[in-house]
Nanobody, 128 residues
Framework: EVQLQASGGGLVQAGGTLRLSCEAS????????IGWFRQAPGKEREGISC????????EHVDSVKERFTISSDSVKNTVYLQMSSLKPEDTAVYHC?????????????????????WGKGTHVTVSS
């Protein structure tokens, strides 16, 4: 059974840093695409970053590109989202989601449609 566990959220002041972790289990950490998504109160879900071991890609949306970095650790089966220069508008529930198996990719990840597996979210609150 594929499981994803997101952690690392919390309360931080504007300008601060947090590192989110997405621990994955139940599948071979060889062919996958794992994305980070967030949903702020009253707003639609937004795909913000994705990494794929299958095609070696790592992507970030423009709003976080200079501040967030996605990475993976194949030994720990974990994907990280290092967030710096946090802003109040980054306040949201952050989820990780995965597309697994041959052909998995970050292509078009941001709508979340191809992500077949989702973990529970972790809350990030950035105070001004």
């Amino acid at each position: 059974e594929v499981q994803l566990q997101a952690s690392g959220g919390g309360l931080v002041q504007a300008g601060g840093t947090l590192r989110l972790s997405c621990e994955a289990s139940g599948f071979t950490f060889d062919d996958y695409a794992i994305g980070w998504f967030r949903q702020a109160p009253g707003k639609e879900r937004e795909g913000i970053s994705c990494i794929s071991n299958a095609d070696g890609s790592a992507e970030h949306v423009d709003s976080v590109k200079e501040r967030f970095t996605i990475s993976s650790d194949s030994v720990k089966n974990t994907v990280y989202l290092q967030m710096s220069s946090l802003k109040p508008e980054d306040t949201a529930v952050y989820h990780c989601a995965a597309d697994v198996g041959v052909g998995s990719s970050c292509y078009g990840y941001d709508d979340g449609v191809d992500m077949g597996f989702w973990g529970k979210g972790t809350h990030v609150t950035v105070s001004s």
